[in-house]
């Protein structure tokens, strides 16, 4: 079965830009999130989709991080205008399930490595 | 409020030795707890999870956790390390039913040949 795909792979910006990634879930799961993972630190929820709506969004930086996902399939994290602390590795992830329950298992995809200069 | 706390950022053992990577956890309510494995350049992988059934939790590639309460621990063993378990490790904890994982902050295991 396929797995969770992120795009892209790495990205360098320079501070005050905008970024954008991207995730496609594994198919048929309803429940996807987005992870940031910095450096020496564990990763840490921004938010929790249920199809197209949202489950938990309480860490994210509304400030300047936007989330969506469209038609409950694929999602894009974006960061405007971007800051030197938010270089880190962003995780997306997907569960068939909306909690951690006794079945629950999460399907990361590799992240999208971001340093900003 | 659930966290855990990963004892030890670097791990070193030869190979076929002993693997313990410690975790403690602290929650409020019976917990879930789990182990992930993260390879370079790879995203998490599951190793085993607790969900108050048996306290000894066998998971993949040899890995094992026991659960113990008295001592807010799930601590991480294998047997025999080998050189493919050289990775990033880490804890994860969360309440029952609940939609959120709380991470350690990882522990990097290398294995000496």
């Known amino acids: 079965e396929a797995g969770v795909a992120q795009s892209p792979r790495y990205k360098i910006i320079e501070k005050r830009q905008s970024v954008a990634f991207w995730c496609n879930p594994i198919?048929?799961?309803?429940?996807l999130y987005w992870y940031q993972q910095i450096l020496g630190q564990g990763p840490k929820l921004l938010i929790q989709?249920?199809?197209?709506?949202?489950?938990?969004d309480s860490q994210l930086p509304k400030d300047r991080f936007s989330a969506e996902r469209l038609k409950g399939v694929d999602s894009t994290l974006k960061i405007q205008p971007a800051k030197l602390e938010d270089s880190a590795v962003y995780l997306c992830?997907?569960?068939?399930?909306?909690?951690?329950?006794?079945?629950?298992?999460?399907?990361f995809g590799s992240g999208t490595q971001l340093s900003v200069l | 409020a659930q966290s855990v706390t990963q004892l030890g950022s670097h791990v070193s053992v030869s190979e076929g030795a002993l693997v313990l990577l410690r975790c403690n956890y602290s929650?409020?309510?019976?917990?879930?707890l789990f182990w992930y494995v993260q390879y370079p350049n790879q995203g998490l992988q599951l190793l085993l999870k607790?969900?108050?059934?048996?306290?000894l939790v066998k998971g993949i590639n040899g890995f094992e956790a026991e659960f113990k309460k008295s001592e807010t621990s799930f601590h991480l063993t294998k047997p025999s390390a080998h050189m493919s378990d050289a990775a990033e490790y880490f804890c994860?904890?969360?309440?029952?039913?609940?939609?959120?994982?709380?991470f350690g902050t990882g522990t990097r295991l290398t294995v000496i040949p």
């Open positions: 929650s409020s309510v019976p917990p879930y």
């Open positions: 989709f249920q199809n197209n709506g949202v489950v938990d």
């Open positions: 992830a997907s569960s068939p399930t909306p909690s951690i329950g006794t079945n629950e298992k999460l399907f």
């Open positions: 607790y969900t108050s059934a048996a306290t």
């Open positions: 994860a904890v969360s309440d029952q039913g609940a939609n959120n994982l709380f």
């Open positions: 198919s048929g799961h309803a429940t």
